[in-house]
Each structure stands twice: as C-alpha cells, then as structure tokens.
C-alpha cells in the first residue's frame, strides 16, 4: 500500500502544530480557542480528519485573537494536505493566512509548508520560489536550515522534471505494504491490567526482543512510579510486549485474537491489541452491523471498514495505535464479538479495499441516510470527490426512520456552551439554506448577547447526536424550545448501513453496494493478500 504519509512532511507539518497547542493559552471572549484546539486535536488523534477540519473552521470564525484565526487556518492547511491529500485545499489555506494576517505567527509555517507541499506534489518552480521567499523573510527562522536544503533540492529537480506521460498513477503494490498489523487501543487510563490465557504467557521487551518474564497464570501489570510492574515485580520498562501460545488473550474478562503492548506513563496504563487487519474485521464487522443482516451487506461493510482501518494506519506512523475500539474510530468487540457469518463476509472479501485514483479512500459510513447522502463539503468543510450526495430509495422506508426530538432553549444553551461557545440566553433558532438532499446547511442561534452560526452537523452533535438523529429535519419552535422531526440517523455521508441491508435483500452484490455509494471508485485487492 502507498505510504501517504511522509516523515518529512510529519515532521515540517505535525511538529509545530503540535508545538502551538502546547503553547496555547485561553482565549478571552466568546469562543475557547483552548477547549476548541484540545477537541480538534483529539479528533485528529482518532483519525476523524473531516471533524477536525469543522472544528478549526469555527476557531477560524470565532476567535477573538487573530493569531488563534491564523493558527487554525495552518491546522486546516495541514490537515487537508497531510490527512486527506487535497493538497490545492491545503495550500489555499496557506495563502488565506499569508495574505489576510500578515502579521501572524502562523506565516512563516504557511510560507514553509507551502514550499513543502509544493515539493511533495513535484510542483519544483513553485516549492523553490516558497523556499527562497522563507529565507529572504526569515534569515534568522527556526526552519532556516531545512529550507536552504529544500531549496537546494527543488533547483535540481527543476532540471529534473518527468514529461506527464512519465508520471504514472500511484498503485497498490506488495512491496508498499509492510505492514497490515492494526495497532488498536481497546483500553486506556486504567490502574491496573490484568492478563490471562489457557497457554504460556510470554512478556518481552520491545526493544531487545527477548523474554524478561513467563507465566503459566494471570499476570496483573501495576505501576510503579512510571515504570512496569508484573505481578508485583518492577519490569524497568514503561512499556512491554505481550504473546501467548494460545488463540487468544484474556484481558480483563474479554478475549482478543493477537498479542498486546501494555504501556505506562505518569499517570496510568494503556492496553495496545496488535492484531492482522483480517482478524480485526472479524471484531468490527459483527459490531458495525448485524451480523443476521444479508451477507452481501456484511462483505459491503468488511470493505469498507478494511478501507477506513488501512487509511487511518497510514496516517498514524507517529503514534502508539492507529485506532480506538470505540465510536471514535470503528467499533471493536474482539474475539467474544465474532460470529460465524460475519467472519465468512470478511474472508470472502479478504484484502480487497476501495481506491479512488489509484488511492485508498476515507470510507465513511453511517446508520441511515432517509432517502437521499450528503455530500461530505456540506457536513465539514473538505469536498471529497468520491463522497457526494445521492438519491437512496433503500434508505427511505426502514425501520424506525422517522423520529422526533424536542429541545428547550435552556438546555441547548447549556449544551452549546459546553463546547466553549459561551453562548447567552437564546430567544430563537432560525435554519440556513438547505442541500439538494433536504439536510440543513446551518443553523443561526440568535442570543441575547448576539448571534452564532453553525453547520448543521456541528450543531446536531453538540446538542446531541444520539436524539438529534440527522439534520435531515424539520423545525417548529415554541416559546420555550424547539421540536425537531426529522428522518435518519448519522451525518449521511458515505454508505447508509441500512440502505446496504435492504439493497443485499433485493439482490444486489456488495460491489454493486459500494458503488452505489461510493462515487467513481474501484473495489480492488491488496496484492500482499
């Protein structure tokens, strides 16, 4: 698989992002740029890009500090070219920062990123000029060496150009992947772990590789200061390997397939499950989705889950763990979750991911659409080709697809100041323009100390997403709240859950389903497998 992400482009990019939210203080005024930041960067964290683009915009919007504006327009920057490969998006956003806070911190990240971006996409001339531009307005800049090389090495490629026809498309090669190991965080901030299995129980040192502790009955990992105890004995380590000779592992009452990484640090203990990609489908798949569902939905759903895990792997080489076993990444139940037929659907599509242009895509998915996905620039802000709203009859008539939900204007209140809005006592709710499937582009929230606007989707999950299903909805206001009526459940990008269910009743293949709502792609298969 192609490496997407770059050590020079984590280091250039990620480094002083990451640098500024250390640095952050509390903003003053209505918005917390401290709390939005800290959010944002969560979210980037578990691989939810597109939510943390929604969230940088309203820092963008509501901040009362111009360098707080021109910060979250560089993390924007970033996270289009670096997370989801819209480099044009990304660069865009670079000159917005240039050219509307001049005097900003952020500018000199904006010219250099721009310079490296540039280069990654063979754009030589420009990256060069991006460079020259960083030298002669920054003689004295943190990144003053970096840019002297990188302007170096685009003059040579300059000379060095490949004619278009030489330029072939990325593909999907054994030898670019490695790796399809998912490293999945399945329990974090505990005191203690314990760990049990019907065979030996191996500890080893990551590092050396070697056995420093055997077992044959549970093994319980405590802290002492910041290092490793097993059973009571200090490991002098902060972080050991777990195997076993059997088929699974017991942790804390539940099983697992793989082996594990138990880590600590100043506060508490974190539990890692390495597991192959396949084996982590059979603990995803049945807790996704319903594993009595038709097996054509449930190979769909294998797809795409496959798809989303292997994007988020590789963009999260500078982590500990490429994703959760929560809804902030996919839903993973482990060994006790499998069931038969779910496991059947993942090994008859072993290995096969969906591309668009030769690339893995971000293969969002939700419960139900109501009749008609959404483009994904309505819901966030990035305008992924392949993610683009269309009619869905077989999302329109299931089960439970209609539901209400009502709201006081004191509890929205609170619900939206939760999220650091800092909103006053709100006198009505006024709805923007609508998408061509029906959703709500954003909301007004008109206060007593002013007005703010929302996208409808931020809106929803602020209030709540679990009883404000969709913005698929309806208003009528009352003078203490407001009823909300509306039809499906989730943001309605991507694969409706649901609308797979009834298209694998009617006959469709699970291609057939991708296809349907996934646009343009190709379902191909890894060649390692």
Known sequence: MILLKKSVLIFSLCFFCLFFICMEKAAIGAYDDTRGFKTAARL????????????????SDYSDKQDNRARALLFMGTTYSLYLDQHDAGLKQFDTIIKTYPTSQAVSDAVFNSGMVLYETERFKEAYAFFKKYLEKYPYGLRRQSAEVWADSAKDQMS????????????????????TIIRVLIKNKAEKITVYSEQNI????????????????????????????????????????????????MIDNRRFRGDFTILADSKSLSVINNIPIEQYLYGVVPKEMPSNWPKEALKAQAVAARTYALYIKN?????????????????????????????????????????????????????????????SKNVWSADLPYLKGIPDSFSANIPNNEWSFFVSYNDMQNRLNQYGLNIGQIRRLNAADRSRSGRLLGVRVIAKNGATELKSNNFRIKVGATRLKSTLLKTTPDHDGILFTGKGYGHGVGMSQWGANMMAQKGFGYQDILKHYYQSVKIVALSSQ
């Open 44 to 59: 980037l964290n578990n691989g939810m890009y597109l939510e943390a683009l929604s969230v940088y915009q309203e820092i």
């Open 160 to 179: 060095q150009i490949r004619k278009p026809e030489e330029i072939t498309a990325p593909s999907l090669y054994k030898k670019d992947i490695e790796d």
């Open 202 to 249: 191996s500890l080893y040192n990551p590092f050396s590789k070697k056995i420093i502790y055997r077992s044959l009955g549970p093994v319980t990992f405590t802290k002492q200061g910041e290092q490793l105890a097993a059973n009571g004995r200090n490991l002098d380590l902060h972080r050991c390997m777990v195997k076993t000779d059997g088929e699974t592992i």
């Open 315 to 375: 963009k999260s080489a500078d982590k500990p763990y490429d994703v959760e076993s929560t809804t902030l990444s996919q839903v993973y139940g482990g060994f006790d979750s499998e069931k038969k037929k779910s496991n059947l659907a993942v090994d008859e599509t072993r290995g096969e991911v969906i591309t668009y242009n030769g690339k893995l895509i971000v293969a969002y998915f939700h419960s139900s659409s109501g009749g008609h996905t959404e483009d």
